[in-house]
């Protein structure tokens, strides 16, 4: 008998067992495996764009295609959107019914499993609810909503009949330039295993042996490593030493395993040298070995081929198929062709790829599919998802907006605003629903988003709708060239906004980028644009409080116009309702509580995380010789104001000394001092203050966010065990060292030592 790690949840709690059981599925599995031929098996491993089902004029499925790709070559799934743009649940249904109907054909019978990229909400579902990005999700500091907002998703793409979800994403932002920066949860290796955990449940349900018909499978990506290239372009080569892997950017694929996770994408791009996709040490040491995930790896869109084409590690299509497979991948991404499915068959025969590596990817999918009900339902009834799109599921999205948006400057309290007084409303990204929605967002590069938003309110709408039209002036000053590439704009009117605003009270500025994901999205520089940098400069000069919003995917730089803002909000991309949420935060109906998962860089060359070592902090040596550093960065991480205040007392630690196997208990009282009712988002940092490895200046270890009504107290408790003590050393072994610890929560420090 196989002894496994099963999982037990108490009460929303994730338990670890060791306990000695058989998947229910197993027996099942090993059943249809038995029955299978070689031919099947690969099928099962092939997964293909619908694009090449679909005739894309009159939107039918192609009989021939479904004829060679699910009867001769027996495709295990499909993924994607077609024609590139977001279709009705229905037509989402209908497609689904259609294709597994097909699948009855087979001999085997296996239904497919239909992949999409839902990372915020179902993407390519007209009237689904759109999310905030993750980036923003981040922001929140609140679980509940990340949860939630995953639940919503997969409740929704279930209405389509779509059980798979190439989501979360579970790269760490850590680099500014880099084009998927918004889609991660920020910087932070421990706020990103937090909502990793949260997201993936809320995708999944409670019992990931389990799916129902409300909940999908999740897919963590992209393992591992991807969001660190050297340039800071997509799909480029990183370097990143083994221990620094582990430390940061491990953390939240595992806290993934850990939490049921049923698959996993590779990362498209090297590792000091090595194509992810070709990396037994990766995919099968680590990920399936050590950290014992037992789902489904499945390859990035072409990363097969790549390794052949792009990459030259391979030296033919066929060899890089050998290699990915025997490297550890389980389901191919092909996604426009069946070569994988001929050159594996002939590299089985050949012996070059064993047929217990091919049985062991085919038990996977298997199992994913039995874990969903594929077998039994093989697609879902739209009719019985009525919450779809409803009121609950948008509020569900606003209030995550609403605790996402960030409030870095307040310059003499100008925000919130009063209602009474004339606006200007300018920038380009003021009347756009694309931009508030980000890149994934109704079509891949989200460039089809205003067909399908009309029923939203962009921010010039939302302030419109709040204090009347009137009261309201838009000029946009700078627009983004439509059809144009993401970082095409013109100038339309910046004299025109400045004249404006000589008769407003205030200017409301919205700027930042327009929408991209992946290579359309690389940058060659990270200041804003010139054009926008010049209207913020004029519109400041008239002397009115300009209140600055950013609705941008990264931190774009400002530093040549910011402190001439009255105010600083940083809005993200925070979808549909971002635009509402905003309004209400800048009159003051809802109470700021949004904290920057990032640090916001002052200049385009000081790219450094708040985790930094002391280094990037040195102060005015002894001697002639300055080694000063400029660590500088315009908003540090964590970094959030509210319009009330927040007095932090009473630190207490529960034991001066501890031993590995104690624990060391925190607690802090939290106090609104202020006049309004707010949130606050507690973190508490961990410093390791001498280590065998230079250690990080600090590190988050715990965050909660709670709600005070003016003069309410709080207090908040955290447990600081073994695991938020440790490190990576050198070895890349995870160890607490001896020595002295400092918690940092708010103002208040504490020390202790482990013994
Ligand atoms: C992206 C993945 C995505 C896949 C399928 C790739 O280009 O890197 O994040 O899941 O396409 O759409």
Known sequence: MMKVFNKIYVSGVLFLASLPVFSQHDSKVEALLQKMTLEEKVGQMSQVTIDI???????????????????????????????????????????????????????????????????HGVTYTDKATLFPQEIAMAATFNRDLVHRGAEVCAYEARAGSLPWNFSPVLDLGIDARWPRFWETFGEDPYLASAMATEMTKGYQGNDPNNIDKYHIAACAK??????????GKDRTPAIISENVLREYHLPAFRAAVNTGISSFMANSGLINGIPVHASHYLLTDLLKTELGFKGVIVTDWMDIE???????????????????????????????????????????????????????????????????????????????????????????????????????????????????????VC????????????????????????????????????????????????VPGVSYVEGGKYWEEKETGIADA?????????????????????????????????????????????????????????????????????????????????????????????????????????????????????????????????????YSPLYEFGSGLSYTTFKYTDLKLSKNE????????????????????????????????????????????????????????????????KKELSFVNIDNKTIAEPGEFEVKVGDLKARFLLK
Not at 69 to 86: E, F, M, P, Q, R
Not at 311 to 317: K, L
Not at 668 to 695: F, I, M, R, W
Not at 703 to 712: A, H, R
Request: aromatic content about 10%; some cysteine; hydrophobic content about 35%.
């Open 306 to 424: 790549n390794l052949y084409k792009r990459d030259r590690v391979a030296t033919s299509s066929k060899d890089a198929v050998r290699m990915v497979v025997n490297a550890g991948i389980d389901m191919a991404m092909i996604p426009y062709n069946f070569e994988f499915c001929k050159n594996l068959i002939e590299l089985v025969k050949e012996g070059a790829v064993p047929m217990s590596r091919i049985d062991d990817a085919v038990r996977r999918i298997l199992k994913m599919k039995m874990e969903l009900n594929l077998f039994d339902h093989p697609y879902d009834n739209t009719k019985e998802y009525p919450l779809f799109g409803s009121k609950d599921f948008e509020k569900a999205s606003y209030n995550a907006a609403a605790e996402a948006i960030t409030l870095l400057k307040n310059t003499h309290n100008v925000l919130p605003l009063s209602r009474d007084k004339k606006v200007l």
């Open 427 to 474: 920038g380009p990204n003021a009347n756009s629903m694309r931009t508030l929605n980000g890149g994934w967002s109704y079509s891949w590069q989200a460039e089809k988003t205003a067909k399908f938003t009309e029923q939203y309110n962009t921010i010039l709408e939302a302030i419109q709708n709040k204090i009347g039209k009137q009261n309201v002036n838009y």
């Open 658 to 721: 501890i031993s590995e196997d104690e624990n060391q208990q925190v607690s802090v009282t939290v106090t609104n001092t202020g006049n309004v009712s707010g949130k606050e988002s507690v973190l508490l940092y961990l410093s390791d203050l001498y280590a065998s490895l230079a250690p990080d200046m600090k590190r988050l270890k715990g965050f909660d966010k709670i709600n005070l009504q003016p003069g309410e107290s709080k207090t908040v408790t955290f447990i600081l065990s």
């Open 53 to 119: 089902f679909t005739d894309l004029k009159t939107y039918e499925l192609k009989d021939s295609m479904l004829r060679k790709g699910i009867l001769d070559y027996k495709i295990g799934s499909i993924l994607n959107t077609w024609d590139n743009v977001a279709h009705s649940k229905e037509a989402w249904s209908i497609l689904v019914r259609k294709l597994q109907m097909y699948t009855q054909k087979t001999r085997m019978k296996i239904p497919l499993v239909y992949g999409v990229d839902a990372i």
């Open 222 to 231: 992209h393992f591992l490593g991807y969001s660190a290239p050297v340039s």
């Open 498 to 630: 400045v004249e404006k605003a000589q008769k407003v009270d205030y200017v409301v500025l919205c700027v930042g980028e327009n929408t991209y994901t992946e290579k359309p999205g690389d940058l060659q520089d990270l200041s804003l644009s010139e054009f926008q940098i010049r209207l913020a400069t004029e519109l400041a000069a008239t002397g009115k409080p300009v209140i600055l919003v950013l609705n941008e995917g990264r931190p774009r730089i400002i530093s040549k116009f910011e402190n001439k803002m009255a105010a600083t909000v940083l809005a993200y991309l925070p979808g549909n309702f971002g635009g509402d949420a905003l309004a209400d935060i800048l009159f003051g109906d809802v109470n700021p509580s949004g904290k920057i998962p990032y640090t916001y860089p002052r200049y385009s060359h000081s790219l450094v995380n708040y985790w930094h070592k002391y280094s990037e902090e040195q102060v005015k040596a002894e001697g002639m010789y300055n080694y000063e550093s400029d």
